[in-house]
């Protein structure tokens, strides 16, 4: 079996290859349609034009599209990504640096999100054909409605503004230090010793992961339900039933397995989803990932550094899909033995 | 002490506010080791018993008053917990749809293995060794490695053995079983219905076997209750009941039976259909009166008490000795007069599959059809026939269009129509068609019957006035035998019976020579198949087309074809005159087909369910051929 | 359709959203004549000022006033109709190219399904928020351009789902049988296979303008939105952000605006996904 899978993902990765060449081979297109002149962008606004000039010809501006597209992949294939023009440094160095921020970020708030969509999911199922079905349901598509940038803003107000319970800006509090080892801070300040800053971590941590999780564990949760509806209308079900099993070996040994497998597909593309949906919640709890570096570089027409930064969410984006199939595989009979 | 007794059981259904008895007034008696057949038509509550027996009705049914008996405990009075202990135990099930009814997620040692440590056995290896005793009991090979398998890379026949191995092994005291071979290939049924038998034997089980198919439960069957819209119309010993029916339902059902064997003759056909719960509101009186051909008016006012015509035979009918004077009616419609001009020539038909292949491995070619040639006369109906993966269906699909074939050629009355082409189209647009198998996808849901009926007049650049189309939908209606107010109804509003009737009326309306039936009767009642094969043989006699009949059911071939063409693997292994070749099957997948099916004769023997045969591994052509796996 | 809809009407979940959005809807269509000020009207020396109900309110400024001086109530009512035209274009034309490109895969199969298949893969395995700031950043700002983000970036989410269902209508004899009785490939599309999908397809617009409405003001909200002259509810949170403890109702305000939308939106998506399942109706009543 587990040659099966590694097969599998052998395969899904250079699939993605060629996705890859084309995702960022339309980012530099794009990118390419800007009104704004990178050249002039990165001389001192009294330059001459034939400074200017000169510098479109270094930087290589004044050659074909195609051309461009190629000396930057080979570049990039070499760990170059440029030099942002705003910042003046390497790009590739300023996601390296914000990367695993944003990566802390989004598996707090995966794991959220996968344990109230369950759960909820779960509860939503139990609460059938009671009279507090109509409420819950009607809940859950209220949920449904608030997205993670309003519930950034939301829990933002209420915990950090009104009621003062949590912090609501940065990391970590100021005043502390922030040890780099790995560049996970909640991992780096416990292989550090530092439990205050762990602590501090934890804290700055909450809000902005609750404001993801909360936002993309309702779609889990009505998956789950619906799910659990279809595979209750099976014969299976109904069989186990006159063998004598009880409701509650039913759904967690029959129902569960089987309803987690559309649940599972839908939580991985909503994970990819999640991952990018980071961005916004980074802005409006000013943490230091890999979205305030975007906005700052959108902001400022950077484009390599939002080269850089698109490449990078597809990438990891690619690779949350990847491990999605390979569970899928690996919890489905069907795909699992020819 | 009986094993299982019903008295005056009334299950009540509540539809539209009020309470409709879907099951009234069932007795039965059931001895301990005996097997006591339901058999009856769909809709009229047989497999409602088998769930009132484990108390687990649908939402809005309920039983309303009786008593149900297990072993001297009422059954209804037991507290749930009480009930829930007895089911998987002691009263064990054996479901229709077996590949259905198993967990897609688990595998068959995780099955057992679960059942049996409910059951109280301890210790895993114990269990281990249980279950694969009871796969090796019910004739599976290897059961070792099956323990390792999931349900979907077994067969429906190889499921079927497992649940029944499942329901065995608690040695239970009373098993249900639900129409339990309906599902599966004909070739099967007498091996799993022969195990059922033994395995009955070898346990002193009770067994309630619920059937729609008479000759069947006469064969198998100690005694026999025949229901009709949710009563037992009559009981009693099995061979007697129906040697000589005393109601006239039961003998009206057996002559609306196709017969394999005996001398070929019209079918009986009742009218209408049985009532729906809905319209057994309205009913007073006997529920079968609307459709009895020995009813008077005291059989309207009021529903006939039970009467015995013999010692243990049962009979709910005023009319109970003027039965057996019912009979079919004479003629042979069926008898053909085909020409010897050849409508459809077919030579040397192929076609293959590429399976698998990809970035990393190469296709693999799989022959769905091997060289089939044959040839079909304007006006003569030839049957097709095999089990399920023989390649019949992708024949149909090659001859339609709907599929390009890998090779040969396909001549219909002279013109080449092999590679499917817009000419292609247009050719087979006026001259074949095709009735498709499902009614329920065969209908587009959202069109009214006049629409469907005349949508060949859609087609194309052909633009039909509403006018012609109105008339044209009467035409059609009435030859189907449908009222004209159906134009306006929707699919969804029709019966099954119908809605076949609405696909023949399609498939005829631009006048076809040469009709494809894909499984048209297969999945129907068989008081509605009598009428459907009655219709097809008229509508021949009056329009005149050929048929290319695919079927898997032996005896509704050999009522209807004048030839048959049998299929297994992909080739045509014989064919000829349907009397020549059942009389005198070549081919051991023939012989295997015709074994299958009961006998019409109550009192004879059924060989394949009595000869003591090894198990048939599949790729056995006399066993049927497998399902191809992925 | 006649039997599915008047069914929807009936759902007490499809008139209420409906009513939340002709509600909204109307807003947006007359806001020259509700809204009390105009918009864009500053008046510095009423800087912040609370609802009308708090103290320090103005009767004037029944919702009070942002950072420069301008009326909330109207800046809302005026968002409205920004959230409601870009909701509508887009949703649209985001679904006539998806489900175009859905009939034409589903139905057809084989190296053209595969084409679009492999396009739709590769435009979703950029994540939306990224994409539609990516296009905006290079289209530029403004109410057609927000349009044509949202196009471009959901135009995938409307053809692969309506692909499935494609598929499964496919399958069914019906189609078959139409194609053997002479009907052209194009008949066949319109007459058996878009009645089939018409309802997923009104769903999935009703609940991609939720969607539309989300973007818009995340875009708004960043900066990239529909432009500054224009009043957006996201432009709206973005400035009350900086104000947050001074006047807090000028972030909730929006916030809510941005919920009953949304909410709205997709209350009615799913009470319509609900009623016109015909699926559920052809097994039996």
Same mark, same amino acid.
Request: overall charge neutral; glycine content about 8%; hydrophobic content about 50%.
């Given at each position: 079996?587990?040659?099966?899978?590694?097969?599998?993902?052998?395969?899904?990765?250079?699939?993605?290859?060629?996705?890859?060449?084309?995702?960022?081979?339309?980012?530099?297109?794009?990118?390419?349609?800007?009104?704004?002149?990178?050249?002039?962008?990165?001389?001192?606004?009294?330059?001459?034009?034939?400074?200017?000039?000169?510098?479109?010809?270094?930087?290589?501006?004044?050659?074909?599209?195609?051309?461009?597209?190629?000396?930057?992949?080979?570049?990039?294939?070499?760990?170059?990504?440029?030099?942002?023009?705003?910042?003046?440094?390497?790009?590739?160095?300023?996601?390296?640096?914000?990367?695993?921020?944003?990566?802390?970020?989004?598996?707090?708030?995966?794991?959220?999100?996968?344990?109230?969509?369950?759960?909820?999911?779960?509860?939503?199922?139990?609460?059938?054909?009671?009279?507090?079905?109509?409420?819950?349901?009607?809940?859950?598509?209220?949920?449904?409605?608030?997205?993670?940038?309003?519930?950034?803003?939301?829990?933002?107000?209420?915990?950090?503004?009104?009621?003062?319970?949590?912090?609501?800006?940065?990391?970590?509090?100021?005043?502390?230090?922030?040890?780099?080892?790995?560049?996970?801070?909640?991992?780096?300040?416990?292989?550090?010793?530092?439990?205050?800053?762990?602590?501090?971590?934890?804290?700055?941590?909450?809000?902005?992961?609750?404001?993801?999780?909360?936002?993309?564990?309702?779609?889990?949760?009505?998956?789950?339900?619906?799910?659990?509806?279809?595979?209750?209308?099976?014969?299976?079900?109904?069989?186990?039933?006159?063998?004598?099993?009880?409701?509650?070996?039913?759904?967690?040994?029959?129902?569960?397995?089987?309803?987690?497998?559309?649940?599972?597909?839908?939580?991985?593309?909503?994970?990819?989803?999640?991952?990018?949906?980071?961005?916004?919640?980074?802005?409006?709890?000013?943490?230091?990932?890999?979205?305030?570096?975007?906005?700052?570089?959108?902001?400022?027409?950077?484009?390599?550094?939002?080269?850089?930064?698109?490449?990078?969410?597809?990438?990891?984006?690619?690779?949350?899909?990847?491990?999605?199939?390979?569970?899928?595989?690996?919890?489905?009979?069907?795909?699992?033995?020819? | 002490?009986?094993?299982?007794?019903?008295?005056?059981?009334?299950?009540?259904?509540?539809?539209?506010?009020?309470?409709?008895?879907?099951?009234?007034?069932?007795?039965?008696?059931?001895?301990?080791?005996?097997?006591?057949?339901?058999?009856?038509?769909?809709?009229?509550?047989?497999?409602?018993?088998?769930?009132?027996?484990?108390?687990?009705?649908?939402?809005?049914?309920?039983?309303?008053?009786?008593?149900?008996?297990?072993?001297?405990?009422?059954?209804?009075?037991?507290?749930?917990?009480?009930?829930?202990?007895?089911?998987?135990?002691?009263?064990?099930?054996?479901?229709?749809?077996?590949?259905?009814?198993?967990?897609?997620?688990?595998?068959?040692?995780?099955?057992?293995?679960?059942?049996?440590?409910?059951?109280?056995?301890?210790?895993?290896?114990?269990?281990?060794?249980?279950?694969?005793?009871?796969?090796?009991?019910?004739?599976?090979?290897?059961?070792?490695?099956?323990?390792?398998?999931?349900?979907?890379?077994?067969?429906?026949?190889?499921?079927?053995?497992?649940?029944?191995?499942?329901?065995?092994?608690?040695?239970?005291?009373?098993?249900?079983?639900?129409?339990?071979?309906?599902?599966?290939?004909?070739?099967?049924?007498?091996?799993?219905?022969?195990?059922?038998?033994?395995?009955?034997?070898?346990?002193?089980?009770?067994?309630?076997?619920?059937?729609?198919?008479?000759?069947?439960?006469?064969?198998?069957?100690?005694?026999?209750?025949?229901?009709?819209?949710?009563?037992?119309?009559?009981?009693?010993?099995?061979?007697?009941?129906?040697?000589?029916?005393?109601?006239?339902?039961?003998?009206?059902?057996?002559?609306?039976?196709?017969?394999?064997?005996?001398?070929?003759?019209?079918?009986?056909?009742?009218?209408?259909?049985?009532?729906?719960?809905?319209?057994?509101?309205?009913?007073?009186?006997?529920?079968?009166?609307?459709?009895?051909?020995?009813?008077?008016?005291?059989?309207?006012?009021?529903?006939?008490?039970?009467?015995?015509?013999?010692?243990?035979?049962?009979?709910?009918?005023?009319?109970?000795?003027?039965?057996?004077?019912?009979?079919?009616?004479?003629?042979?419609?069926?008898?053909?007069?085909?020409?010897?001009?050849?409508?459809?020539?077919?030579?040397?038909?192929?076609?293959?599959?590429?399976?698998?292949?990809?970035?990393?491995?190469?296709?693999?070619?799989?022959?769905?059809?091997?060289?089939?040639?044959?040839?079909?006369?304007?006006?003569?109906?030839?049957?097709?026939?095999?089990?399920?993966?023989?390649?019949?269906?992708?024949?149909?699909?090659?001859?339609?269009?709907?599929?390009?074939?890998?090779?040969?050629?396909?001549?219909?009355?002279?013109?080449?129509?092999?590679?499917?082409?817009?000419?292609?189209?247009?050719?087979?647009?006026?001259?074949?068609?095709?009735?498709?198998?499902?009614?329920?996808?065969?209908?587009?849901?959202?069109?009214?019957?006049?629409?469907?009926?005349?949508?060949?007049?859609?087609?194309?650049?052909?633009?039909?006035?509403?006018?012609?189309?109105?008339?044209?939908?009467?035409?059609?209606?009435?030859?189907?035998?449908?009222?004209?107010?159906?134009?306006?109804?929707?699919?969804?509003?029709?019966?099954?019976?119908?809605?076949?009737?609405?696909?023949?009326?399609?498939?005829?309306?631009?006048?076809?020579?040469?009709?494809?039936?894909?499984?048209?009767?297969?999945?129907?009642?068989?008081?509605?198949?009598?009428?459907?094969?009655?219709?097809?043989?008229?509508?021949?006699?009056?329009?005149?087309?050929?048929?290319?009949?695919?079927?898997?059911?032996?005896?509704?071939?050999?009522?209807?074809?004048?030839?048959?063409?049998?299929?297994?693997?992909?080739?045509?292994?014989?064919?000829?005159?349907?009397?020549?070749?059942?009389?005198?099957?070549?081919?051991?997948?023939?012989?295997?087909?015709?074994?299958?099916?009961?006998?019409?004769?109550?009192?004879?023997?059924?060989?394949?369910?009595?000869?003591?045969?090894?198990?048939?591994?599949?790729?056995?052509?006399?066993?049927?051929?497998?399902?191809?796996?992925? | 359709?006649?039997?599915?809809?008047?069914?929807?009407?009936?759902?007490?979940?499809?008139?209420?959203?409906?009513?939340?959005?002709?509600?909204?809807?109307?807003?947006?269509?007359?806001?020259?004549?509700?809204?009390?000020?105009?918009?864009?009207?500053?008046?510095?020396?009423?800087?912040?000022?609370?609802?009308?109900?708090?103290?320090?309110?103005?009767?004037?400024?029944?919702?009070?006033?942002?950072?420069?001086?301008?009326?909330?109530?109207?800046?809302?009512?005026?968002?409205?109709?920004?959230?409601?035209?870009?909701?509508?274009?887009?949703?649209?034309?985001?679904?006539?190219?998806?489900?175009?490109?859905?009939?034409?895969?589903?139905?057809?199969?084989?190296?053209?399904?595969?084409?679009?298949?492999?396009?739709?893969?590769?435009?979703?395995?950029? #994540?939306?928020?990224?994409?539609? %700031? /990516?296009?905006? $950043?290079? !289209?530029?700002?403004?109410?057609?351009? @927000?349009?044509? +983000? *949202?196009?471009?970036?959901?135009?995938?989410?409307?053809?692969?789902?309506?692909?499935?269902?494609?598929?499964?209508?496919?399958?069914?004899?019906?189609?078959?049988?139409?194609?053997?009785?002479?009907?052209?490939?194009?008949?066949?599309?319109?007459?058996?296979?878009? #009645?089939?999908?018409?309802?997923? %397809? /009104?769903?999935? $617009?009703? !609940?991609?303008?939720?969607?539309?409405? @989300?973007?818009? +003001? *995340?875009?708004?909200?960043?900066?990239?939105?529909?432009?500054?002259?224009?009043?957006?509810?996201?432009?709206?949170?973005?400035?009350?952000?900086?104000?947050?403890?001074?006047?807090?109702?000028?972030?909730?305000?929006?916030?809510?605006?941005?919920?009953?939308?949304?909410?709205?939106?997709?209350?009615?998506?799913?009470?319509?996904?609900?009623?016109?399942?015909?699926?559920?109706?052809?097994?039996?009543?």
């Amino acid at each position: 079996m587990t040659s099966l899978v590694l097969k599998l993902i052998a395969r899904r990765l250079v699939a993605a290859i060629p996705i890859l060449l084309i995702v960022s081979a339309l980012l530099f297109c794009v990118l390419r349609l800007l009104p704004v002149d990178p050249a002039a962008m990165s001389l001192p606004p009294n330059a001459t034009i034939e400074e200017v000039e000169a510098q479109r010809r270094e930087m290589g501006l004044d050659k074909p599209l195609p051309q461009q597209y190629l000396i930057w992949l080979s570049a990039a294939l070499h760990g170059d990504f440029g030099r942002s023009i705003a910042l003046r440094r390497d790009a590739g160095a300023l996601v390296a640096a914000t990367l695993p921020a944003t990566i802390q970020l989004a598996g707090c708030a995966m794991a959220i999100a996968a344990i109230l969509g369950l759960g909820g999911g779960l509860l939503l199922f139990h609460l059938r054909g009671s009279a507090l079905e109509p409420v819950a349901d009607l809940a859950s598509i209220l949920l449904l409605s608030i997205p993670e940038f309003l519930w950034g803003l939301i829990l933002l107000f209420v915990f950090g503004v009104l009621l003062q319970w949590l912090p609501f800006t940065g990391q970590v509090s100021p005043g502390l230090p922030v040890p780099h080892v790995t560049g996970f801070l909640l991992l780096d300040s416990l292989l550090v010793g530092r439990l205050d800053v762990f602590f501090s971590a934890c804290r700055h941590l909450i809000l902005p992961a609750f404001a993801l999780g909360l936002a993309f564990s309702p779609t889990i949760m009505r998956v789950l339900r619906s799910s659990l509806f279809d595979v209750y209308l099976e014969d299976y079900i109904q069989q186990a039933r006159l063998r004598g099993l009880t409701e509650r070996q039913i759904l967690i040994g029959h129902a569960f397995k089987n309803a987690s497998l559309p649940t599972l597909t839908l939580a991985g593309v909503q994970f990819g989803i999640l991952f990018s949906g980071t961005l916004l919640v980074e802005v409006i709890y000013s943490y230091p990932g890999m979205g305030n570096l975007m906005v700052d570089a959108v902001r400022n027409a950077d484009l390599p550094l939002i080269q850089a930064i698109g490449l990078t969410y597809c990438v990891v984006v690619l690779l949350i899909n990847t491990a999605v199939d390979s569970l899928y595989v690996v919890f489905n009979p069907k795909l699992r033995v020819r | 002490m009986l094993a299982l007794e019903a008295k005056e059981l009334v299950v009540g259904a509540r539809i539209d506010g009020a309470t409709v008895p879907a099951i009234r007034a069932l007795s039965f008696a059931l001895e301990p080791g005996k097997i006591l057949g339901l058999v009856g038509e769909s809709g009229a509550g047989k497999s409602m018993v088998g769930r009132a027996i484990a108390q687990l009705l649908p939402a809005g049914f309920a039983i309303t008053s009786g008593s149900l008996t297990f072993e001297g405990n009422d059954l209804l009075q037991m507290p749930p917990a009480a009930r829930r202990a007895l089911l998987g135990r002691t009263i064990a099930f054996i479901p229709q749809a077996p590949m259905t009814s198993l967990n897609p997620a688990q595998t068959v040692g995780a099955l057992f293995d679960e059942h049996l440590a409910r059951l109280g056995e301890a210790r895993r290896s114990a269990r281990r060794d249980r279950a694969i005793a009871m796969l090796t009991a019910a004739r599976l090979p290897r059961a070792a490695e099956l323990l390792t398998q999931y349900p979907h890379q077994l067969s429906g026949g190889m499921c079927q053995r497992v649940l029944i191995a499942l329901a065995f092994s608690s040695n239970p005291r009373l098993v249900i079983a639900d129409e339990p071979t309906t599902a599966l290939d004909v070739t099967t049924h007498p091996p799993i219905l022969r195990l059922i038998a033994d395995m009955q034997r070898e346990h002193g089980t009770a067994v309630i076997f619920i059937t729609h198919d008479l000759r069947l439960a006469a064969q198998l069957c100690d005694q026999v209750t025949v229901m009709y819209a949710g009563r037992a119309v009559e009981s009693g010993p099995a061979r007697a009941v129906l040697a000589t029916p005393a109601h006239p339902y039961t003998r009206c059902l057996q002559l609306a039976n196709p017969s394999m064997r005996a001398e070929r003759r019209a079918l009986y056909v009742m009218p209408d259909q049985m009532p729906s719960l809905r319209q057994l509101r309205e009913l007073s009186g006997c529920h079968f009166a609307p459709r009895c051909p020995l009813v008077t008016d005291d059989c309207r006012r009021g529903e006939p008490a039970s009467v015995a015509v013999a010692p243990d035979h049962q009979v709910a009918c005023l009319r109970a000795r003027a039965t057996q004077v019912v009979a079919a009616p004479s003629g042979d419609l069926v008898a053909a007069k085909a020409s010897e001009r050849p409508l459809l020539q077919v030579e040397d038909l192929r076609k293959h599959y590429a399976i698998g292949g990809g970035l990393f491995a190469g296709a693999r070619s799989v022959a769905a059809v091997k060289q089939a040639s044959f040839s079909i006369a304007a006006n003569e109906f030839v049957a097709l026939v095999g089990e399920s993966g023989s390649g019949k269906s992708t024949i149909a699909k090659m001859l339609v269009g709907l599929e390009p074939p890998s090779g040969g050629t396909i001549r219909l009355d002279g013109e080449d129509l092999t590679a499917p082409s817009s000419r292609t189209s247009a050719l087979r647009a006026t001259r074949l068609q095709m009735v498709f198998q499902d009614p329920q996808s065969a209908l587009n849901p959202r069109r009214r019957v006049a629409s469907i009926v005349t949508q060949a007049m859609e087609a194309g650049s052909r633009h039909s006035s509403w006018d012609e189309r109105r008339a044209r939908t009467r035409e059609l209606l009435a030859e189907v035998g449908l009222a004209a107010d159906f134009g306006t109804r929707l699919p969804g509003q029709l019966s099954g019976g119908q809605r076949q009737r609405i696909n023949i009326a399609r498939a005829l309306c631009s006048l076809p020579k040469l009709l494809i039936a894909d499984e048209i009767v297969s999945g129907l009642d068989v008081s509605i198949q009598a009428q459907l094969l009655n219709l097809l043989a008229r509508l021949r006699a009056e329009l005149g087309f050929a048929m290319l009949f695919i079927s898997h059911d032996l005896s509704v071939v050999r009522h209807l074809c004048s030839r048959v063409l049998v299929m297994y693997g992909g080739e045509i292994v014989e064919q000829g005159p349907v009397e020549k070749v059942f009389a005198d099957p070549q081919h051991p997948h023939t012989q295997a087909l015709i074994s299958s099916v009961p006998p019409d004769d109550p009192e004879a023997k059924w060989a394949a369910l009595s000869s003591a045969v090894r198990p048939r591994e599949s790729g056995d052509p006399a066993a049927g051929f497998p399902l191809p796996r992925e | 359709m006649a039997g599915p809809l008047a069914r929807a009407l009936r759902s007490p979940r499809v008139l209420v959203a409906l009513a939340m959005v002709v509600g909204i809807a109307l807003c947006a269509i007359f806001a020259g004549s509700i809204a009390p000020h105009d918009p864009g009207d500053q008046n510095l020396l009423a800087i912040l000022s609370p609802p009308a109900w708090a103290d320090g309110g103005d009767r004037t400024y029944l919702l009070g006033t942002d950072s420069l001086g301008r009326d909330v109530l109207s800046r809302l009512i005026y968002g409205a109709r920004t959230a409601m035209l870009v909701a509508l274009f887009a949703s649209l034309c985001a679904m006539i190219i998806g489900a175009i490109l859905a009939h034409i895969a589903g139905y057809f199969g084989g190296a053209v399904d595969w084409l679009i298949g492999r396009a739709v893969d590769v435009w979703m395995s950029f #994540p939306p928020v990224i994409l539609s %700031l /990516i296009l905006m $950043v290079g !289209l530029g700002t403004g109410l057609s351009k @927000v349009i044509l +983000a *949202i196009v471009l970036v959901d135009w995938t989410r409307f053809c692969r789902v309506l692909r499935s269902e494609v598929l499964i209508v496919t399958r069914h004899d019906y189609v078959a049988a139409a194609r053997l009785l002479g009907f052209t490939h194009w008949q066949t599309i319109v007459r058996e296979i878009l #009645p089939a999908t018409t309802p997923l %397809l /009104i769903t999935l $617009v009703s !609940l991609e303008m939720a969607i539309a409405v @989300v973007v818009e +003001a *995340i875009l708004s909200f960043v900066g990239l939105g529909v432009g500054a002259d224009q009043p957006a509810w996201g432009q709206m949170i973005a400035d009350a952000r900086q104000y947050v403890y001074q006047s807090p109702w000028n972030l909730l305000l929006p916030i809510l605006a941005i919920f009953l939308a949304v909410t709205a939106f997709n209350l009615l998506g799913d009470g319509l996904r609900r009623t016109l399942d015909v699926r559920l109706a052809e097994t039996g009543h």
